[in-house]
Protein backbone atom coordinates (compact mmCIF):
# COMPACT_ATOMS: atom_id res chain seq x y z
CA UNK A 1 0.00 0.00 0.00
CA UNK A 2 3.30 2.15 0.73
CA UNK A 3 4.42 2.67 -2.69
CA UNK A 4 1.23 2.08 -4.34
CA UNK A 5 -1.19 5.01 -3.07
CA UNK A 6 2.39 7.32 -3.58
CA UNK A 7 2.36 6.32 -7.12
CA UNK A 8 -1.16 7.10 -7.55
CA UNK A 9 -1.30 10.48 -6.53
CA UNK A 10 2.21 10.86 -8.25
CA UNK A 11 1.34 9.71 -11.67
CA UNK A 12 -2.58 10.74 -11.43
CA UNK A 13 -2.60 12.26 -14.22
CA UNK A 14 -1.63 8.87 -16.41
CA UNK A 15 -3.85 6.52 -13.61
CA UNK A 16 -6.90 9.51 -14.46
CA UNK A 17 -6.56 9.25 -18.13
CA UNK A 18 -6.83 5.39 -17.77
CA UNK A 19 -9.42 5.59 -14.69
CA UNK A 20 -11.62 7.54 -17.28
CA UNK A 21 -11.86 4.79 -19.93
CA UNK A 22 -12.57 2.23 -17.32
CA UNK A 23 -15.41 4.76 -16.01
CA UNK A 24 -16.63 5.46 -19.94
CA UNK A 25 -16.82 1.43 -20.12
CA UNK A 26 -18.50 1.32 -16.80
CA UNK A 27 -21.01 3.46 -17.92
CA UNK A 28 -21.82 1.98 -21.06
CA UNK A 29 -22.19 -1.41 -19.22
CA UNK A 30 -25.40 0.23 -16.57
CA UNK A 31 -26.66 1.40 -19.77
CA UNK A 32 -26.48 -1.75 -21.87
CA UNK A 33 -27.52 -3.65 -18.50
CA UNK A 34 -30.80 -1.59 -18.19
CA UNK A 35 -31.54 -1.51 -22.69
CA UNK A 36 -31.10 -5.49 -21.94
CA UNK A 37 -33.87 -5.62 -19.01
CA UNK A 38 -35.73 -3.28 -21.04
CA UNK A 39 -35.89 -5.06 -23.96
CA UNK A 40 -36.56 -8.05 -22.15
CA UNK A 41 -38.84 -6.65 -20.37
CA UNK A 42 -40.86 -4.89 -23.40
CA UNK A 43 -40.73 -8.16 -25.30
CA UNK A 44 -42.38 -10.84 -22.45
CA UNK A 45 -42.89 -8.87 -19.38
CA UNK A 46 -46.04 -10.31 -19.92
CA UNK A 47 -45.80 -13.50 -20.15
CA UNK A 48 -43.52 -12.92 -17.00
CA UNK A 49 -47.00 -11.98 -15.44
CA UNK A 50 -48.78 -15.31 -16.25
CA UNK A 51 -48.65 -17.53 -13.08
CA UNK A 52 -47.84 -20.40 -15.52
CA UNK A 53 -44.74 -22.88 -15.15
CA UNK A 54 -44.93 -23.84 -19.25
CA UNK A 55 -46.79 -23.90 -22.32
CA UNK A 56 -48.03 -26.80 -24.30
CA UNK A 57 -47.84 -25.66 -27.83
CA UNK A 58 -49.02 -28.33 -31.62
CA UNK A 59 -46.66 -30.63 -31.59
CA UNK A 60 -43.63 -29.73 -34.04
CA UNK A 61 -44.08 -26.55 -33.85
CA UNK A 62 -41.51 -24.00 -34.81
CA UNK A 63 -40.21 -22.80 -31.59
CA UNK A 64 -38.99 -19.45 -32.46
CA UNK A 65 -42.47 -18.37 -33.75
CA UNK A 66 -44.51 -21.04 -31.78
CA UNK A 67 -46.95 -18.41 -29.74
CA UNK A 68 -47.74 -17.30 -33.48
CA UNK A 69 -48.09 -20.48 -35.40
CA UNK A 70 -49.13 -22.97 -32.91
CA UNK A 71 -52.79 -24.23 -32.55
CA UNK A 72 -53.72 -26.65 -30.13
CA UNK A 73 -57.36 -28.74 -29.56
CA UNK A 74 -59.03 -27.02 -26.21
CA UNK A 75 -59.86 -30.33 -24.76
CA UNK A 76 -56.26 -30.80 -24.44
CA UNK A 77 -56.45 -29.02 -21.43
CA UNK A 78 -58.10 -31.43 -19.45
CA UNK A 79 -56.08 -34.52 -20.84
CA UNK A 80 -52.77 -31.57 -19.05
CA UNK A 81 -54.86 -31.46 -15.73
CA UNK A 82 -55.12 -35.36 -15.20
CA UNK A 83 -50.64 -35.37 -16.03
CA UNK A 84 -49.19 -35.89 -12.41
CA UNK A 85 -47.60 -32.69 -10.65
CA UNK A 86 -49.84 -30.33 -12.75
CA UNK A 87 -52.05 -28.09 -10.26
CA UNK A 88 -54.20 -26.48 -13.27
CA UNK A 89 -53.98 -26.37 -17.14
CA UNK A 90 -56.13 -24.20 -19.28
CA UNK A 91 -56.37 -23.15 -22.78
CA UNK A 92 -55.13 -19.62 -23.74
CA UNK A 93 -54.82 -17.68 -26.81
CA UNK A 94 -52.09 -15.15 -28.13
CA UNK A 95 -52.58 -13.27 -30.83
CA UNK A 96 -51.23 -9.90 -32.36
CA UNK A 97 -53.58 -7.33 -33.79
CA UNK A 98 -54.10 -3.52 -34.32
CA UNK A 99 -56.30 -1.86 -32.99
CA UNK A 100 -57.80 2.19 -33.01
CA UNK A 101 -60.27 3.26 -30.06
CA UNK A 102 -63.04 5.59 -30.36
CA UNK A 103 -61.04 8.28 -29.10
CA UNK A 104 -58.93 8.00 -32.09
CA UNK A 105 -55.85 6.38 -30.70
CA UNK A 106 -54.21 3.98 -32.53
CA UNK A 107 -52.87 1.07 -30.49
CA UNK A 108 -51.22 -2.36 -31.47
CA UNK A 109 -52.02 -5.10 -28.72
CA UNK A 110 -51.08 -8.35 -27.79
CA UNK A 111 -54.75 -10.31 -27.09
CA UNK A 112 -54.74 -12.64 -24.69
CA UNK A 113 -57.42 -14.98 -24.83
CA UNK A 114 -57.96 -16.84 -21.52
CA UNK A 115 -61.77 -18.39 -20.11
CA UNK A 116 -63.22 -16.17 -17.57
CA UNK A 117 -63.15 -18.15 -15.10
CA UNK A 118 -59.92 -19.12 -15.31
CA UNK A 119 -56.65 -18.76 -12.80
CA UNK A 120 -54.94 -17.24 -15.49
CA UNK A 121 -57.15 -14.08 -15.93
CA UNK A 122 -55.39 -10.98 -13.44
CA UNK A 123 -57.55 -8.80 -11.65
CA UNK A 124 -57.79 -5.27 -12.63
CA UNK A 125 -55.80 -2.50 -10.19
CA UNK A 126 -58.36 0.12 -12.02
CA UNK A 127 -61.65 -0.21 -13.15
CA UNK A 128 -63.76 -4.09 -13.16
CA UNK A 129 -62.54 -7.80 -14.33
CA UNK A 130 -63.06 -9.16 -16.83
CA UNK A 131 -66.63 -10.44 -17.03
CA UNK A 132 -68.09 -11.17 -20.41
CA UNK A 133 -67.28 -11.15 -24.01
CA UNK A 134 -66.64 -7.91 -26.14
CA UNK A 135 -64.86 -6.65 -23.24
CA UNK A 136 -61.08 -6.03 -23.05
CA UNK A 137 -58.78 -5.52 -19.75
CA UNK A 138 -55.89 -3.24 -21.34
CA UNK A 139 -52.29 -3.00 -19.67
CA UNK A 140 -51.66 -0.50 -16.94
CA UNK A 141 -48.98 1.55 -19.01
CA UNK A 142 -51.94 2.28 -21.71
CA UNK A 143 -53.59 4.41 -19.29
CA UNK A 144 -50.82 6.45 -19.87
CA UNK A 145 -50.88 6.84 -23.77
CA UNK A 146 -54.76 8.40 -23.74
CA UNK A 147 -56.61 5.26 -23.07
CA UNK A 148 -59.36 5.41 -20.53
CA UNK A 149 -61.64 3.07 -19.20
CA UNK A 150 -65.25 3.05 -21.24
CA UNK A 151 -63.41 3.65 -24.27
CA UNK A 152 -64.13 1.08 -26.75
CA UNK A 153 -61.15 -0.55 -28.87
CA UNK A 154 -61.76 -1.68 -32.56
CA UNK A 155 -60.08 -4.24 -34.57
CA UNK A 156 -58.61 -3.40 -37.60
CA UNK A 157 -60.24 -4.96 -40.56
CA UNK A 158 -63.08 -7.13 -38.74
CA UNK A 159 -64.37 -3.68 -36.83
CA UNK A 160 -65.20 -6.31 -33.88
CA UNK A 161 -65.67 -3.84 -30.76
CA UNK A 162 -64.12 -4.17 -27.20
CA UNK A 163 -65.39 -2.02 -24.16
CA UNK A 164 -62.17 -1.46 -22.01
CA UNK A 165 -63.26 -2.43 -18.52
CA UNK A 166 -60.26 -2.10 -16.74
CA UNK A 167 -56.51 -1.64 -16.19
CA UNK A 168 -54.12 -4.33 -14.87
CA UNK A 169 -51.08 -2.86 -12.79
CA UNK A 170 -47.84 -2.18 -14.62
CA UNK A 171 -46.26 -3.26 -17.97
CA UNK A 172 -47.72 -6.53 -19.81
CA UNK A 173 -46.11 -6.42 -22.91
CA UNK A 174 -45.14 -9.04 -25.94
CA UNK A 175 -42.87 -8.47 -28.51
CA UNK A 176 -43.12 -4.75 -27.80
CA UNK A 177 -46.58 -4.38 -27.62
CA UNK A 178 -48.92 -3.74 -24.89
CA UNK A 179 -51.27 -7.15 -23.93
CA UNK A 180 -54.90 -6.99 -23.75
CA UNK A 181 -56.70 -9.71 -21.89
CA UNK A 182 -60.18 -10.82 -23.67
CA UNK A 183 -62.40 -14.09 -23.10
CA UNK A 184 -61.50 -16.85 -25.03
CA UNK A 185 -63.95 -17.17 -27.13
CA UNK A 186 -63.96 -13.33 -28.12
CA UNK A 187 -60.22 -14.03 -29.02
CA UNK A 188 -61.63 -17.33 -30.84
CA UNK A 189 -63.62 -15.20 -33.63
CA UNK A 190 -61.01 -12.16 -33.59
CA UNK A 191 -58.48 -14.87 -34.51
CA UNK A 192 -60.90 -16.46 -37.05
CA UNK A 193 -61.26 -12.86 -38.76
CA UNK A 194 -64.99 -13.06 -37.77
CA UNK A 195 -66.62 -9.69 -38.34
CA UNK A 196 -70.12 -8.40 -35.54
CA UNK A 197 -73.12 -10.43 -37.22
CA UNK A 198 -70.97 -13.08 -39.04
CA UNK A 199 -71.99 -16.83 -38.20
CA UNK A 200 -68.72 -17.94 -36.93
CA UNK A 201 -68.77 -21.95 -37.39
CA UNK A 202 -68.47 -23.86 -34.45
CA UNK A 203 -64.93 -25.12 -35.23
CA UNK A 204 -63.23 -21.54 -34.46
CA UNK A 205 -64.41 -22.42 -31.01
CA UNK A 206 -62.17 -25.92 -30.88
CA UNK A 207 -58.60 -23.90 -31.06
CA UNK A 208 -56.04 -22.00 -28.65
CA UNK A 209 -52.56 -21.01 -28.66
CA UNK A 210 -51.44 -23.42 -26.62
CA UNK A 211 -52.29 -25.48 -23.05
CA UNK A 212 -50.84 -23.20 -20.21
CA UNK A 213 -49.48 -25.52 -17.63
CA UNK A 214 -48.89 -24.56 -14.05
CA UNK A 215 -46.97 -27.17 -12.21
CA UNK A 216 -47.82 -28.55 -8.29
CA UNK A 217 -44.98 -26.25 -6.00
CA UNK A 218 -41.53 -27.61 -7.24
CA UNK A 219 -43.07 -31.08 -8.74
CA UNK A 220 -41.73 -31.57 -12.17
CA UNK A 221 -43.88 -33.06 -14.18
CA UNK A 222 -43.36 -36.17 -16.59
CA UNK A 223 -42.91 -33.78 -19.74
CA UNK A 224 -42.01 -36.26 -22.42
CA UNK A 225 -44.52 -38.87 -21.57
CA UNK A 226 -47.70 -36.23 -21.19
CA UNK A 227 -46.53 -34.51 -24.79
CA UNK A 228 -46.42 -38.30 -25.71
CA UNK A 229 -49.82 -38.80 -24.53
CA UNK A 230 -51.37 -35.18 -25.12
CA UNK A 231 -49.72 -34.96 -28.57
CA UNK A 232 -48.10 -31.05 -27.71
CA UNK A 233 -44.96 -29.88 -27.83
CA UNK A 234 -44.06 -28.52 -23.98
CA UNK A 235 -41.75 -25.42 -23.33
CA UNK A 236 -41.13 -23.85 -20.06
CA UNK A 237 -41.97 -20.09 -19.61
CA UNK A 238 -38.71 -18.99 -19.82
CA UNK A 239 -38.08 -21.07 -22.88
CA UNK A 240 -40.98 -19.44 -24.47
CA UNK A 241 -39.84 -15.84 -24.14
CA UNK A 242 -37.46 -17.65 -27.34
CA UNK A 243 -40.91 -17.21 -29.49
CA UNK A 244 -41.68 -13.49 -28.74
CA UNK A 245 -40.68 -11.78 -31.71
CA UNK A 246 -37.27 -10.32 -32.01
CA UNK A 247 -36.77 -11.62 -28.56
CA UNK A 248 -33.37 -14.14 -29.06
CA UNK A 249 -31.84 -11.80 -31.72
CA UNK A 250 -32.44 -8.48 -29.43
CA UNK A 251 -30.82 -10.08 -26.11
CA UNK A 252 -28.28 -12.44 -27.98
CA UNK A 253 -26.82 -8.50 -29.92
CA UNK A 254 -27.17 -7.07 -26.49
CA UNK A 255 -24.98 -10.02 -24.99
CA UNK A 256 -22.55 -9.51 -27.40
CA UNK A 257 -21.58 -6.13 -26.93
CA UNK A 258 -21.77 -6.35 -23.58
CA UNK A 259 -18.78 -9.12 -23.71
CA UNK A 260 -16.94 -7.05 -26.07
CA UNK A 261 -16.66 -4.41 -23.97
CA UNK A 262 -15.55 -7.03 -21.09
CA UNK A 263 -13.02 -8.04 -23.29
CA UNK A 264 -11.67 -4.48 -24.78
CA UNK A 265 -11.44 -3.18 -21.13
CA UNK A 266 -9.67 -6.09 -20.15
CA UNK A 267 -7.40 -5.86 -23.13
CA UNK A 268 -6.97 -1.96 -22.44
CA UNK A 269 -6.04 -1.87 -18.76
CA UNK A 270 -4.07 -5.18 -19.50
CA UNK A 271 -1.70 -3.02 -22.20
CA UNK A 272 -2.04 0.13 -20.00
CA UNK A 273 -0.06 -1.65 -16.67
CA UNK A 274 2.09 -3.71 -19.23
CA UNK A 275 3.66 0.05 -20.17
CA UNK A 276 3.89 0.45 -16.94
CA UNK A 277 5.59 -2.00 -15.79
CA UNK A 278 8.10 -1.88 -18.50
CA UNK A 279 8.64 1.97 -17.42
CA UNK A 280 9.31 0.72 -14.03
CA UNK A 281 11.70 -1.84 -14.39
CA UNK A 282 14.82 0.66 -13.18
CA UNK A 283 12.73 1.07 -10.39
CA UNK A 284 11.50 -1.93 -9.79
CA UNK A 285 15.04 -3.63 -9.76
CA UNK A 286 16.25 -1.38 -7.55
CA UNK A 287 13.74 -2.27 -5.15
CA UNK A 288 14.33 -6.21 -5.23
CA UNK A 289 18.01 -5.06 -5.08
CA UNK A 290 16.91 -3.60 -1.75
CA UNK A 291 15.38 -7.09 -0.55
CA UNK A 292 12.28 -6.31 -2.36
CA UNK A 293 10.43 -9.99 -2.12
CA UNK A 294 8.39 -10.83 -5.81
CA UNK A 295 5.41 -10.98 -3.07
CA UNK A 296 5.47 -7.22 -2.02
CA UNK A 297 5.90 -5.91 -5.80
CA UNK A 298 3.06 -8.03 -6.87
CA UNK A 299 1.30 -7.00 -3.88
CA UNK A 300 1.56 -3.37 -4.42
CA UNK A 301 0.84 -3.19 -7.94
CA UNK A 302 -2.06 -5.54 -7.66
CA UNK A 303 -3.46 -3.14 -4.96
CA UNK A 304 -2.49 -0.27 -7.51
CA UNK A 305 -4.91 -2.05 -10.25
CA UNK A 306 -7.54 -2.37 -7.76
CA UNK A 307 -7.67 0.62 -6.66
CA UNK A 308 -7.56 1.84 -9.95
CA UNK A 309 -10.53 -0.17 -11.26
CA UNK A 310 -12.86 -0.25 -7.94
CA UNK A 311 -12.71 3.46 -8.06
CA UNK A 312 -13.14 4.03 -12.01
CA UNK A 313 -15.52 1.53 -11.81
CA UNK A 314 -17.93 3.34 -8.92
CA UNK A 315 -17.22 6.73 -10.73
CA UNK A 316 -18.85 5.22 -14.07
CA UNK A 317 -21.64 3.24 -12.13
CA UNK A 318 -22.55 6.41 -10.80
CA UNK A 319 -22.59 8.50 -14.22
CA UNK A 320 -24.24 5.43 -15.51
CA UNK A 321 -27.10 4.83 -13.05
CA UNK A 322 -27.67 8.88 -13.36
CA UNK A 323 -28.20 8.61 -17.10
CA UNK A 324 -30.41 5.49 -16.49
CA UNK A 325 -32.81 7.06 -13.84
CA UNK A 326 -33.00 9.96 -16.73
CA UNK A 327 -33.48 7.08 -19.89
CA UNK A 328 -36.55 5.10 -17.51
CA UNK A 329 -38.12 8.00 -17.30
CA UNK A 330 -38.47 8.14 -21.04
CA UNK A 331 -40.16 5.53 -23.86
CA UNK A 332 -36.83 3.41 -24.14
CA UNK A 333 -37.19 0.06 -22.97
CA UNK A 334 -34.53 0.55 -19.73
CA UNK A 335 -34.82 -0.66 -16.76
CA UNK A 336 -32.03 -0.79 -14.16
CA UNK A 337 -32.19 -4.34 -11.66
CA UNK A 338 -29.65 -4.09 -9.11
CA UNK A 339 -28.47 -7.30 -9.24
CA UNK A 340 -27.73 -7.13 -12.76
CA UNK A 341 -25.92 -3.58 -13.02
CA UNK A 342 -23.96 -5.11 -9.45
CA UNK A 343 -22.80 -8.41 -11.76
CA UNK A 344 -21.85 -6.20 -14.55
CA UNK A 345 -19.80 -4.12 -12.49
CA UNK A 346 -18.57 -6.94 -10.93
CA UNK A 347 -17.34 -8.59 -13.98
CA UNK A 348 -15.85 -5.65 -15.32
CA UNK A 349 -13.70 -5.34 -11.86
CA UNK A 350 -12.38 -8.96 -12.00
CA UNK A 351 -11.69 -8.60 -15.97
CA UNK A 352 -9.72 -5.51 -15.68
CA UNK A 353 -7.72 -7.53 -13.29
CA UNK A 354 -7.38 -10.34 -15.34
CA UNK A 355 -5.87 -7.88 -17.78
CA UNK A 356 -3.40 -5.60 -15.52
CA UNK A 357 -2.44 -9.41 -13.93
CA UNK A 358 -0.80 -9.80 -17.36
CA UNK A 359 1.13 -6.36 -16.70
CA UNK A 360 1.49 -7.13 -13.53
CA UNK A 361 3.45 -10.03 -13.69
CA UNK A 362 6.14 -8.62 -15.29
CA UNK A 363 7.49 -7.20 -12.45
CA UNK A 364 8.42 -10.56 -11.47
CA UNK A 365 10.65 -10.96 -14.55
CA UNK A 366 12.95 -8.27 -13.71
CA UNK A 367 16.62 -8.56 -12.67
CA UNK A 368 17.79 -6.92 -9.96
CA UNK A 369 21.17 -6.74 -11.73
CA UNK A 370 20.00 -4.05 -14.09
CA UNK A 371 20.18 -2.09 -11.02
CA UNK A 372 23.88 -1.90 -10.65
CA UNK A 373 25.34 0.34 -13.29
CA UNK A 374 26.50 -1.12 -16.70
CA UNK A 375 27.12 -4.86 -17.16
CA UNK A 376 29.27 -6.73 -15.16
CA UNK B 1 46.23 -11.72 -3.59
CA UNK B 2 45.24 -9.37 -0.80
CA UNK B 3 44.51 -9.59 2.50
CA UNK B 4 44.19 -12.60 4.67
CA UNK B 5 43.82 -11.22 7.95
CA UNK B 6 42.09 -13.76 10.06
CA UNK B 7 39.04 -12.53 11.77
CA UNK B 8 36.10 -13.55 13.89
CA UNK B 9 33.31 -13.86 12.83
CA UNK B 10 31.63 -10.87 14.58
CA UNK B 11 33.94 -8.76 13.18
CA UNK B 12 33.75 -9.55 9.86
CA UNK B 13 31.20 -7.19 7.84
CA UNK B 14 32.11 -9.18 4.61
CA UNK B 15 34.31 -12.02 3.99
CA UNK B 16 34.93 -13.45 0.36
CA UNK B 17 37.84 -15.66 -0.43
CA UNK B 18 38.59 -17.52 -3.46
CA UNK B 19 35.72 -16.12 -5.45
CA UNK B 20 35.40 -17.02 -9.37
CA UNK B 21 32.80 -15.94 -11.51
CA UNK B 22 32.98 -16.70 -14.74
CA UNK B 23 30.35 -15.62 -17.89
CA UNK B 24 29.98 -16.39 -21.22
CA UNK B 25 31.13 -13.76 -23.67
CA UNK B 26 30.72 -14.91 -27.32
CA UNK B 27 32.55 -19.05 -27.54
CA UNK B 28 34.95 -17.66 -24.68
CA UNK B 29 34.02 -17.87 -20.98
CA UNK B 30 35.65 -14.99 -19.39
CA UNK B 31 36.60 -14.84 -15.84
CA UNK B 32 34.88 -11.85 -14.16
CA UNK B 33 36.15 -12.87 -10.75
CA UNK B 34 39.58 -14.38 -11.10
CA UNK B 35 40.29 -16.03 -7.44
CA UNK B 36 39.35 -12.67 -6.15
CA UNK B 37 39.67 -12.38 -1.82
CA UNK B 38 38.57 -9.76 0.08
CA UNK B 39 37.77 -8.94 3.75
CA UNK B 40 36.19 -5.93 5.12
CA UNK B 41 35.65 -5.03 8.73
CA UNK B 42 32.81 -3.05 10.14
CA UNK B 43 33.81 0.61 9.78
CA UNK B 44 36.57 0.37 7.00
CA UNK B 45 35.86 2.33 3.79
CA UNK B 46 37.36 0.37 1.08
CA UNK B 47 37.87 1.66 -2.68
CA UNK B 48 37.85 -0.57 -5.35
CA UNK B 49 39.03 1.39 -8.57
CA UNK B 50 39.94 -0.25 -12.25
CA UNK B 51 38.84 -0.11 -15.83
CA UNK B 52 35.16 -0.58 -17.44
CA UNK B 53 35.18 -4.05 -17.89
CA UNK B 54 37.43 -5.60 -15.13
CA UNK B 55 35.12 -6.72 -12.55
CA UNK B 56 34.67 -4.00 -10.72
CA UNK B 57 30.58 -4.19 -10.73
CA UNK B 58 31.20 -8.16 -10.84
CA UNK B 59 32.44 -8.15 -7.32
CA UNK B 60 29.50 -5.35 -6.29
CA UNK B 61 26.77 -7.93 -7.71
CA UNK B 62 28.81 -10.92 -5.80
CA UNK B 63 29.05 -9.49 -2.53
CA UNK B 64 25.46 -7.81 -3.08
CA UNK B 65 23.90 -11.14 -3.57
CA UNK B 66 23.07 -10.38 -6.85
CA UNK B 67 24.56 -13.17 -8.52
CA UNK B 68 26.21 -16.67 -7.01
CA UNK B 69 30.07 -17.06 -7.82
CA UNK B 70 31.02 -20.57 -9.86
CA UNK B 71 33.46 -21.39 -6.99
CA UNK B 72 34.42 -19.65 -3.42
CA UNK B 73 32.95 -18.21 -0.06
CA UNK B 74 30.82 -14.93 0.39
CA UNK B 75 30.33 -14.22 3.23
CA UNK B 76 28.11 -11.35 4.68
CA UNK B 77 28.08 -10.61 9.07
CA UNK B 78 27.15 -14.31 9.56
CA UNK B 79 25.48 -14.93 6.54
CA UNK B 80 26.55 -17.49 3.65
CA UNK B 81 25.90 -15.52 0.40
CA UNK B 82 26.45 -18.68 -1.38
CA UNK B 83 24.42 -21.26 0.10
CA UNK B 84 21.37 -19.27 0.73
CA UNK B 85 18.41 -19.90 -0.96
CA UNK B 86 16.89 -17.35 -3.55
CA UNK B 87 14.46 -16.21 -1.02
CA UNK B 88 16.90 -16.25 1.60
CA UNK B 89 19.55 -13.91 -0.14
CA UNK B 90 16.33 -11.46 -0.60
CA UNK B 91 15.89 -11.41 3.12
CA UNK B 92 19.97 -10.49 3.32
CA UNK B 93 20.18 -7.87 0.91
CA UNK B 94 17.33 -6.59 2.77
CA UNK B 95 18.70 -6.76 6.48
CA UNK B 96 22.19 -7.08 6.11
CA UNK B 97 23.15 -4.77 3.09
CA UNK B 98 22.38 -1.53 1.99
CA UNK B 99 23.09 -0.57 -1.77
CA UNK B 100 24.02 3.02 -3.24
CA UNK B 101 23.39 2.87 -6.48
CA UNK B 102 25.10 5.17 -9.34
CA UNK B 103 22.52 7.76 -9.85
CA UNK B 104 20.74 7.45 -6.70
CA UNK B 105 17.86 5.41 -8.01
CA UNK B 106 15.68 7.24 -6.06
CA UNK B 107 11.54 6.03 -6.84
CA UNK B 108 10.30 9.16 -8.90
CA UNK B 109 6.90 9.45 -6.97
CA UNK B 110 8.48 9.26 -3.47
CA UNK B 111 9.29 12.62 -2.01
CA UNK B 112 12.77 12.08 0.10
CA UNK B 113 11.39 10.93 3.49
CA UNK B 114 9.36 8.45 1.91
CA UNK B 115 12.80 7.46 0.05
CA UNK B 116 13.69 6.36 3.73
CA UNK B 117 10.81 4.87 4.66
CA UNK B 118 10.80 2.33 1.51
CA UNK B 119 13.18 -0.19 2.76
CA UNK B 120 11.13 -0.48 6.40
CA UNK B 121 7.97 -1.34 4.47
CA UNK B 122 9.73 -4.25 2.89
CA UNK B 123 9.74 -6.30 5.58
CA UNK B 124 10.59 -6.27 9.56
CA UNK B 125 13.53 -4.84 10.11
CA UNK B 126 15.07 -5.36 13.60
CA UNK B 127 16.24 -1.80 14.50
CA UNK B 128 15.30 0.56 12.20
CA UNK B 129 16.62 3.72 11.89
CA UNK B 130 14.49 6.98 12.14
CA UNK B 131 13.76 8.46 8.57
CA UNK B 132 13.70 12.08 9.54
CA UNK B 133 16.95 11.49 12.15
CA UNK B 134 18.69 10.01 9.18
CA UNK B 135 17.57 12.78 6.61
CA UNK B 136 19.32 15.45 9.32
CA UNK B 137 22.42 12.91 9.24
CA UNK B 138 22.91 13.40 5.35
CA UNK B 139 22.04 17.32 5.69
CA UNK B 140 18.86 16.66 3.82
CA UNK B 141 16.45 17.53 6.60
CA UNK B 142 14.84 21.12 5.09
CA UNK B 143 14.49 18.84 1.46
CA UNK B 144 12.33 16.18 3.28
CA UNK B 145 9.48 16.62 1.18
CA UNK B 146 10.98 17.09 -2.04
CA UNK B 147 10.68 14.37 -4.83
CA UNK B 148 14.00 13.28 -6.89
CA UNK B 149 13.09 15.87 -9.42
CA UNK B 150 13.21 18.64 -7.22
CA UNK B 151 16.56 17.65 -5.54
CA UNK B 152 20.19 18.38 -7.17
CA UNK B 153 22.35 14.97 -8.35
CA UNK B 154 24.61 15.47 -5.17
CA UNK B 155 21.17 16.09 -3.31
CA UNK B 156 19.45 12.73 -4.43
CA UNK B 157 22.93 10.59 -3.73
CA UNK B 158 23.09 11.78 -0.22
CA UNK B 159 19.12 10.56 -0.13
CA UNK B 160 20.38 7.51 -1.11
CA UNK B 161 23.34 7.19 0.89
CA UNK B 162 20.36 7.44 3.93
CA UNK B 163 18.06 4.81 2.33
CA UNK B 164 21.17 2.58 1.90
CA UNK B 165 21.69 3.11 5.80
CA UNK B 166 17.95 3.01 7.18
CA UNK B 167 18.05 -1.00 7.97
CA UNK B 168 21.78 -0.88 9.76
CA UNK B 169 23.25 -2.94 7.40
CA UNK B 170 26.14 -4.98 8.29
CA UNK B 171 27.40 -4.01 4.18
CA UNK B 172 27.12 -0.82 1.86
CA UNK B 173 27.92 -1.47 -1.42
CA UNK B 174 28.38 1.75 -3.60
CA UNK B 175 28.38 1.84 -7.28
CA UNK B 176 30.22 4.61 -8.99
CA UNK B 177 28.57 7.19 -6.43
CA UNK B 178 30.40 10.16 -8.08
CA UNK B 179 29.57 9.07 -11.57
CA UNK B 180 27.07 11.99 -12.42
CA UNK B 181 28.19 14.70 -10.26
CA UNK B 182 30.73 17.38 -10.78
CA UNK B 183 34.17 16.95 -8.50
CA UNK B 184 33.18 19.47 -5.35
CA UNK B 185 30.00 17.64 -4.78
CA UNK B 186 31.95 14.05 -5.65
CA UNK B 187 34.64 14.98 -2.57
CA UNK B 188 31.06 15.51 -0.53
CA UNK B 189 29.28 12.85 -0.68
CA UNK B 190 32.15 10.35 -0.43
CA UNK B 191 33.21 11.89 2.39
CA UNK B 192 29.73 12.04 3.83
CA UNK B 193 29.96 7.92 3.29
CA UNK B 194 33.11 7.84 5.11
CA UNK B 195 31.43 9.37 7.89
CA UNK B 196 29.03 7.42 7.53
CA UNK B 197 30.66 3.67 7.50
CA UNK B 198 32.85 4.95 10.28
CA UNK B 199 30.04 6.43 12.43
CA UNK B 200 27.93 3.34 12.13
CA UNK B 201 30.28 0.89 11.80
CA UNK B 202 29.33 -0.45 8.07
CA UNK B 203 31.84 -2.22 5.80
CA UNK B 204 32.05 -0.17 3.16
CA UNK B 205 32.70 -1.55 -0.37
CA UNK B 206 33.28 1.86 -2.82
CA UNK B 207 33.56 0.88 -6.58
CA UNK B 208 34.68 3.96 -8.87
CA UNK B 209 36.70 5.63 -11.29
CA UNK B 210 37.11 8.68 -9.94
CA UNK B 211 40.44 8.56 -8.22
CA UNK B 212 40.75 12.46 -6.67
CA UNK B 213 38.08 10.87 -3.94
CA UNK B 214 40.10 7.95 -3.01
CA UNK B 215 41.71 9.71 0.06
CA UNK B 216 38.75 9.01 1.98
CA UNK B 217 39.40 6.23 2.12
CA UNK B 218 40.59 3.46 4.26
CA UNK B 219 42.40 1.02 1.76
CA UNK B 220 42.41 1.28 -2.04
CA UNK B 221 42.51 -2.08 -3.98
CA UNK B 222 42.68 -2.48 -8.04
CA UNK B 223 40.67 -4.43 -10.04
CA UNK B 224 42.35 -5.89 -13.26
CA UNK B 225 40.93 -8.57 -15.57
CA UNK B 226 39.20 -9.84 -12.92
CA UNK B 227 42.20 -9.78 -10.10
CA UNK B 228 42.24 -7.64 -7.21
CA UNK B 229 45.30 -6.26 -6.18
CA UNK B 230 45.99 -4.04 -3.24
CA UNK B 231 46.95 -0.20 -4.33
CA UNK B 232 49.92 1.42 -2.25
CA UNK B 233 49.88 5.02 -2.79
CA UNK B 234 46.87 6.48 -1.60
Known amino acids: ?376 | MTTTTTETTERVGLMMSGVTLLHADGENEVRALDDVSLTVRPGEFVAVVGPSGSGKSSLLAVAGGLIKPDAGRVQVGDADLVTASKRDLATIRRTQIGFVFQSANLLPALTAIDQLRLPLTLGRVAEPRDPMQMLEEVGMADRADRRPHQLSGGERQRVGIARALMTRPRLLLVDEPTAALDSKRSQEVVALLAREAHKHGVATVMVTHDRDVLHHCDRVLQMTDGKLAPVDEV
Open chain 1, 1 to 376: MFLALRELSFARGRFALMGSVVALIAVLMVLLSGLSVGLVNDGVSGLKKLPVSSFAFEAGVDESAAFTRSMVEIDKAEMWVDVPGVADAAPFGLTLVNTRTDRGVDIDLALFGVELDSWLLPTAATGSDLSGPGQILLAGTLADEGVAIGDVVVVDQIDKELEVVGFVDGQHTFGHVDVGYVDLSTWQEIRAGARPGDEVPNHVYRWVTAIAVLNEGDAEPDVAAADEMAGTTTMTLEESFGASPGYTAEVMTVQMIQWFLYAISALVVGAFFTVVAIQRRQEIAVMRAMGASTGYLLRDSITQSVILLVVATAVGLGIGLALGAGLSATEMPFALYPSAVAAASAFLVLLGLVGAAFGVLRVTRVDPLTALGASR
